[in-house]
């Protein structure tokens, strides 16, 4: 009779630092493992601390609850399968990223991470060590290889395992979400399984970390290639997958198969997991915004709302002598299809003030800029006393287009705890109001429908700081200055790339420009769901003083 081994995945969401907590969920999916009659349950890369840890592993008091919570877990793991999960591991006065295998009560076997990911949002070659290639552990009839997330993505290392004797690949990620990252992921693990031939188990973490989000989307490959288990992006999801032993060695039989959701409802949902899990795992439970019945803080509502439920998001209109009635018109509409609270607090009184208590000093001078942003400041004022009033995090609503460009008000309309919409260019926004209009999910909890009408979705930006303002008095339209940015911040392409392709010298260098002399708002902008490989903050990293310009 052939031999047969059930693995129980659990794909699941940990809360950095909450060991205690995090221990409870394995424990629990290892109870589920064995009333399913599983051989072994596995987690995710980090599980017991949660991930990324950044710097907060460096402190020998941090490591040494997860390392003891670590053998208590094991001395619960005496009935049943092997319980497999990741925790720091401290050996010989090094600091390692590692996978432990408990059972029989106790560490059957401790597998330590060889590549270490120094690029995009990781860093970890500063706080771990790297240790030699390994060969696979035995559980049951399995001989079961593990490279732990970036040591899969290098083909000697699984090669190194295969040669050793493992039998299958299981790889416990922490790998975040980035626009197209699934297939990325999937692409790479097929070549793993060319090359060595054997069974492979990708098992993600999911759950939103400050910027980053861990979207899961697990899947199981048998050699060749053949997808044979395909878990759900974004949810939680404990299931088993059967191998069997064949003449031409182990195989997986079909599992669960998800399907996958297109790039839109990956952003949306990234953006909603991303503030849930940043206020849930804060401690806050409900949001404000200023709302102005223009498309990026309308979109942002939707965002919170479906994130934590309409009751819980209060809009405030902040208008001033220059807000337009269709303005307060379109917040109110967004706000009732919504089901949020709006708020309506003027500002006119409050710049008066302003305006009368800097008169002396700014006599003889002409009205300008320094006027515009002081509205924009006189409404970060009003919206942060509400936020410490209430006890309610104020979400900014700054796209990426602006805060690559600095087309917002450092202490005015850059206040707040969490940006959604950080990494999302404006012709993305609007795009994604409309998915939104026409789509609605089971994880959503604000309503269905038209919920950002079009009026608002078509309408010319204006932050309304002047009359008859319009975005594209001070920027190229949209459409050319996305264009633009992501060909200087995504691509990494020069002037002169971006000239040969048809843009303006001119106005290539004038974005340049405003690009580099925005870095110093960047530095102090809110976090914000990363949703690509260039999003501002881990991934790139520019000095503020810095009189450099490309010069083709």
């Known amino acids: ?72 877990l094991a001395a619960r793991i005496v009935d049943g399968p092997a319980l497999g999960v990741g925790a720091p591991c401290l050996r010989d006065g090094l600091l390692y ?3 432990y295998i408990l059972e029989h009560g106790r560490i059957a076997a401790t597998v330590l991470k060889h590549e270490l990911p120094n690029s995009d949002v990781f860093d970890e070659k500063r706080v771990f060590a790297s240790a030699a290639p390994q060969g696979p552990y035995r559980v049951g009839p399995l001989r079961i290889g593990s490279p732990i997330c970036e040591d899969a993505w290098h083909a000697e290392v699984c090669e190194t395992l295969a040669e050793t004797g493992a039998q299958i690949l299981l790889v416990p990620n922490g790998s975040p979400y980035h626009r197209g990252k699934p297939s990325v992921r999937t692409n790479l693990m097929v070549a793993r399984v060319v090359e060595t031939g054997l069974p492979l188990v990708y098992l993600n973490m999911i759950g939103g970390q400050d910027d980053q989000v861990f979207d ?20 939680a999801c404990v299931t088993h997958i059967d191998f069997h032993e064949t003449p031409e060695g182990w195989r997986a039989l079909p599992g669960i198969m998800e399907k996958m959701p297109m790039s839109y409802e990956a952003d949306y949902r990234a953006m909603v997991m991303s503030l849930k899990d940043y206020l849930g795992k804060t401690g806050f439970k409900k949001v404000l915004l200023g709302l102005s019945g223009g498309i990026d803080s309308a979109i942002v509502a939707a965002i919170a709302a479906d994130a934590i439920g309409p009751e819980n998001v209060r809009c405030v209109m902040l208008p001033s002598r220059y807000t337009s009635q269709h303005s307060l018109d379109d917040a109110t509409q967004v706000a009732a299809a919504l089901g949020c609270r709006l708020d309506t607090v003027a500002i006119t009184g409050p710049q008066d003030a302003v305006g009368a208590a800097l008169g002396d000093l700014f006599a ?42 600095g087309y917002c008000t450092i202490y005015g309309d850059m206040n707040g705890g969490y940006n959604p919409l950080k990494d999302l260019y404006k012709t993305r926004v609007f795009e994604t109001c409309r998915w939104r209009n026409s789509n609605h999910c089971a994880w959503m909890l604000a309503p ?105």
């Open 1 to 72: 009779m052939a031999a047969t081994f059930r693995l129980t995945l659990a794909q699941l969401n940990p809360t950095l630092g909450a060991i205690e907590a995090n221990c409870a969920l394995a424990y629990d999916a290892w109870v589920q493992g064995r009333a399913a009659g599983a051989q072994m349950v596995a987690l995710t890369e980090m599980f017991v601390t949660g991930y990324q840890t950044q710097d907060l592993v460096l402190k020998p008091g941090f490591v040494a609850d997860a390392v003891q919570a670590v053998e208590a």
């Open 364 to 405: 003889g001078t002409a009205p300008g800029l320094t006027e515009e942003n002081i509205q924009s400041r006189l409404r970060g004022v009003l919206l942060m006393a509400m936020s410490n009033k209430f006890g309610e995090m104020l979400l900014t609503t700054g796209n990426k287009s602006e805060v690559a460009v």
């Open 216 to 235: 899961g989307a697990s899947f199981v490959l048998n050699p060749g290639g053949a997808l044979m288990a395909q878990l759900p992006q974004f949810d």
């Open 97 to 99: 990223n590692a996978y």
């Open 448 to 552: 269905a429908g038209e919920v950002i009408p079009p009026r608002v979705i078509d309408k010319p930006p204006s932050a309304e700081l002047r009359p008859d303002q319009k975005d594209e008095d001070s920027l190229p339209p949209y459409p050319v200055l996305d264009a633009i940015l992501e060909g200087l911040i995504d691509q990494d392409l020069s002037v002169a790339e971006l000239v040969a392709k048809g843009f303006d010298r001119s106005t290539v260098k004038k974005v340049e420009h405003l690009v580099y002399i925005s870095e110093y708002k960047r530095f102090q902008s809110a976090p914000g769901t990363r949703l690509t490989k260039r999003a501002f903050a881990g991934d790139r990293r520019y000095p503020i003083a810095n009189r450099w310009r490309d010069p083709s």
